[in-house]
């Protein structure tokens, strides 16, 4: 059909492009939705790639691609998303989960969330998803992979909790707990069980600190301008109350 050769083209082409085209193609697509002039039947092709139901499009690159195209469409309709999301949960979930397919089922999710709070149960799990990928020990050959991902589940979480950093905090400590060993007392650690810590958990707690901060500060800077905001807006009313008032 039509649909499937305009959709593997469209998976190639993002699978090839660098940064400066991802853009642009973000853009095009974002455009094209906002127009309705993505047809539904090329939609439908692209989540069928994404749950492996196309026997064309089965490749793991190829989902990925398919996923993020409809990332980039939904710049313009976050509900494109919002409408599938058991199965964007579905690339969450498993011990053989895609990392990078993860990655772009979690900046899925941040769309979904831009228009609007998502359910109680509906965030429980997904808070439950990304805790447990925060948490899981990728193979040496897909170390890197972990990065991008935690960096996007970390994002994913400011955008759908509500106290996002009582559940950083949750995780974080579930993070060091297993690095490190438990102790009784108060005491350093021995020298023999800090050899036996593993490189690569060290590093990704390390990471995940660094970038919760991160995300704490912007946090604390846009709160600020919030209330600077009100604060400017309130003297104004002030203002022209006392304008208003006979002299």
């Not at 899925?108 to 965030?123: D, N, S, V």
């Not at 490189?199 to 660094?210: V, Y």
Request: charged fraction near 20%; charge should be negative; include cysteine.
């Amino acid at each position: 059909p039509h649909a499937v050769g305009v959709a593997r083209g469209l998976v190639e082409l993002v699978h090839t492009a660098t940064l400066t085209e991802v853009t642009s193609l973000e853009e095009i697509l974002a455009e094209w939705q906002r127009q309705e002039q993505l047809p539904n039947a090329l939609l439908n092709v692209l989540w069928e790639t994404v749950q492996g139901r196309r026997p064309e499009l089965r490749e793991a690159w190829q989902q990925r691609s398919a996923l993020a195209l409809l990332c980039m469409a939904a710049v313009a309709d976050g509900g494109l998303l919002r409408c599938k999301m058991n199965i964007l949960m579905q690339q969450l979930r498993g011990k053989s989960v895609d990392l990078d397919l993860a990655r772009h089922a979690c900046i899925a999710m941040q769309r979904c969330a831009a228009i609007g709070p998502l359910e109680g149960k509906a965030a429980r799990c997904l808070m439950n998803s990304l805790e447990e990928l925060m948490m899981c020990s990728p193979p040496d050959a897909h170390s890197e992979r972990w990065y991008a991902m935690g960096e996007q589940a970390i994002n994913t979480a400011f955008a759908v909790h509500d106290a996002p950093e009582e559940w950083c905090s949750i995780v974080i400590r579930q993070m060091g707990a297993a690095i490190f060993p438990a102790h009784a007392g108060v005491e350093a650690a021995s020298n023999e069980a800090y050899q036996s810590v593993c490189s690569g958990a060290l590093s990704r707690l390390l990471f995940t600190l660094g970038h919760v901060a991160i995300k704490t500060l912007a946090q604390i800077e846009a709160c600020e301008k919030q209330l600077a905001k009100k604060h400017q807006a309130s003297l104004e009313d002030e203002a022209q109350q006392q304008d208003k008032q006979p002299k």
